[in-house]
């Protein structure tokens, strides 16, 4: 059986070949402790993570590649940046969007009383979906909500159910305007959309490795500013200053502590190389392309709702009514087709979208999906409508 | 035990500047000028436990001490190394 493969917001695949030949090299020979020993090996894995460093700040227009720190994912960065900046007091302004990796934290600050928080509405169902795009109202929803303890703006790029993105300059230039912290998760937007740390007044931005950036799992980043250093989220050795109790004040190790998943990071820099090979307004035209096909195909199909179907993108997400979610899923799934179904990880956007029960049925692509892939789902979701007749 | 190899004027030095990032960014910056360095451990330098520098030809202290202050890396101390061979 042929695999489809349309879950690439949760993670891309195939990666191209220059990854996984990237990652075998390094296991195979190079795959030293970086960053702690002065011998070749160790040496020499630490040269990859430095060259990755460099290239990812040149990605995101960041301001040296010590503002690089590697994280074991986009959670964990996010965390590290949420827990380690925002103090007692603090108020914090979050989209109606949000993944449960910025949602999740900034509730369990409130929780335990250290901070409080509010959310800015991004849409207000299907109906009004055309004013995300529109930037003066997103500003205004913000700024109706400060506080004079408001301390930072955080919010996702582009959402992981649907491909309704955040005006981030815009947004950014309000945040630089009102002395507020901006802080950005790229995780779906990473190696999809045009990122500019400084253009767009950035001041920590969070990404995985292995979803747009075309790594392989086991690292995400945060990229800070130059006015940011979160505290420390977890302590242990950093390959310098270990007679010292506390960890050491210099980015990038103050956030790197324990061994870094050299192998990992060794993929991530072949997929920043590849992406720079890339040009972006090609992938976004071709990612567009395929959310057309699907919605014009979906369209046509009774019962079925696409959600905001004007915002063409990486990500589609439909329902369809009198059938779960989860039973499309598995039907595909039988078929060899990978989608993700449910609530994907983000309470906050499925509330905003008003999904019924059980979510909605996710569609993801990627660079080397093509425009069989579409029609081949639509195939199957076609015999699936024969089949219950 | 490693021979120390002189360079012709005066052996190596190193910079001592602290964590493995730190001294990459070093090594950069000399050998964009032509400056052979080399990534050492200098942790018996530090005072503070592990600790990295760059090991260059004493003959270019004045030209590493005025690229490294100039792409402002924090160097805590210079310090004959009578073990790197360049």
């Known amino acids: 059986m042929n695999m489809i493969y349309l879950d690439n917001a949760a993670t891309s695949f195939p990666k191209p070949r220059c990854v996984y030949e990237a990652v075998d090299r390094c296991i195979c020979n190079y795959c030293g402790n970086p960053g702690r020993g002065s011998h070749p090996m160790a040496l020499a894995a630490a ?50 969007m949000e993944h449960n990796a910025v949602w999740r934290p900034i509730e369990r600050l409130a929780r335990d009383g250290r901070i409080s928080y509010d959310v800015f509405p991004t849409m207000v169902g299907e109906e009004d979906a055309r004013l995300a795009r529109n930037p003066t109202r997103i500003c205004a929803r913000i700024a109706a909500r400060l506080k004079p303890q408001t301390r930072a703006v955080i919010c996702s790029h582009q959402s992981n159910i649907c491909s309704a993105h955040l005006p981030l300059s815009e947004i950014g230039a309000f945040c630089h305007r009102h002395h507020l ?34 790594g392989i799992q086991g690292c995400g980043f945060a990229v800070l500013g130059e006015r940011i250093v979160p505290d420390t989220l977890i302590e242990g050795g ?23 998943p050299t192998p990992a990071i060794a993929g991530l820099c072949a997929g920043v190389s590849y992406l720079n090979r890339t040009d972006l307004t090609d992938v976004a035209a071709h990612e567009r392309m395929l959310f057309r096909r699907l919605n014009e195909r979906l369209q046509s199909l009774p019962n079925y709702h696409v959600y905001l179907p004007e915002h063409e993108g990486s990500t589609l997400m439909f329902h369809r009514d009198g059938i779960a979610a989860d039973k499309i899923g598995q039907y595909l799934a039988h078929r060899g087709i990978c989608v993700r179904t449910g609530y994907h990880c983000a309470a906050l956007g499925h509330k905003t979208l008003r999904t019924p029960d059980g979510g909605g049925v996710r569609v993801s692509f990627g660079l080397f999906n093509r425009p ?10 076609r015999d699936m409508e024969r089949e219950m007749k | 035990m490693r021979s120390n190899k002189q360079t012709s004027n005066g052996g190596i030095l190193v910079a001592v500047v602290g964590s493995m990032t730190a001294a990459q960014r070093a090594q950069r910056a000399l050998l964009s000028a032509a400056i052979r360095a080399d990534i050492v451990k200098s942790d018996s330098e530090s005072g503070r436990g ?11 202290q004045n030209n590493v001490r005025t690229i490294l202050s100039a792409t402002h890396i924090n160097v805590r101390r210079y310090s004959q190394d009578a073990w790197s061979i360049l």
Request: net charge negative; hydrophobic share 45%.
């Open chain 1, 47 to 96: 040269d990859k993570i430095y060259e990755c460093r460099e290239k990812l700040a040149n990605y995101f227009h960041a301001a040296s590649a010590e503002q690089i720190v590697f994280t074991l994912n986009a959670t964990y960065a996010l965390n590290w940046m949420i827990k380690g900046l925002l103090r007692p007091g603090d108020h914090v302004l979050i989209s109606d």
């Open chain 2, 50 to 60: 592990c600790s990295y520098g760059v090991a260059f030809p004493a003959s270019q």
């Open chain 1, 181 to 214: 912290l901006f802080l950005v998760d790229a995780s779906q937007s990473a190696g999809h959309l045009p990122i500019d740390m400084q253009a767009m007044h950035i001041d920590g931005l969070c990404a995985p490795g292995h979803k747009g950036m075309y």
């Open chain 1, 238 to 260: 950093s390959g310098y200053a270990s007679l010292d109790a506390a960890m050491p004040d210099l980015l990038p190790e103050r956030g790197e502590a324990g061994t870094l």
């Open chain 1, 372 to 381: 069989r892939d579409v029609d081949v789902l639509y195939g199957a979701l």
